[in-house]
């Protein structure tokens, strides 16, 4: 069966690109790291760690807060995480992405 379109346009949640500084917190331990792209669903990172899928981490960002998340990948490009929030939260997420992404893109 041939396959159209990319990866993103199977995703639940539309990502938006940004170039936004944060921190992530592995293992107790806060690493600088940039947010490449990022939606209600979850982030890709760019930061210097190689860090194992299903590791759980924490991002900070000014405007977002802390939102917790589990690595699906880590390679060169990066991390990608998907977020820990559950749906009655997800709401409450969308509205800070959405004042965070209002900031510097």
């Known amino acids: 069966m041939e396959q159209t379109g990319c990866v993103s346009e199977l995703r639940k949640d539309r990502r938006i690109e940004t170039r936004k500084p944060a921190r992530l917190s592995v293992e107790d331990v ?6 490449l792209d990022v939606s209600g669903g979850g982030a ?6 190689a860090i194992a899928p299903g590791t759980t981490v924490v991002l900070a960002a000014e ?8 690595v699906q990948r880590s390679d060169n490009d990066g991390v990608s ?3 820990g929030v559950g749906p009655e939260a997800r709401g409450a997420l969308l509205d800070r992405l959405a ?3 209002n900031g510097n893109q």
């Open 44 to 49: 890709r990172l760019l930061v210097d760690l």
């Open 30 to 35: 806060w690493h600088d790291c940039l947010i």
């Open 63 to 70: 405007d977002l807060g802390l939102v917790a998340g589990v």
């Open 81 to 83: 995480l998907a977020f």
């Open 99 to 101: 004042g965070f992404l």
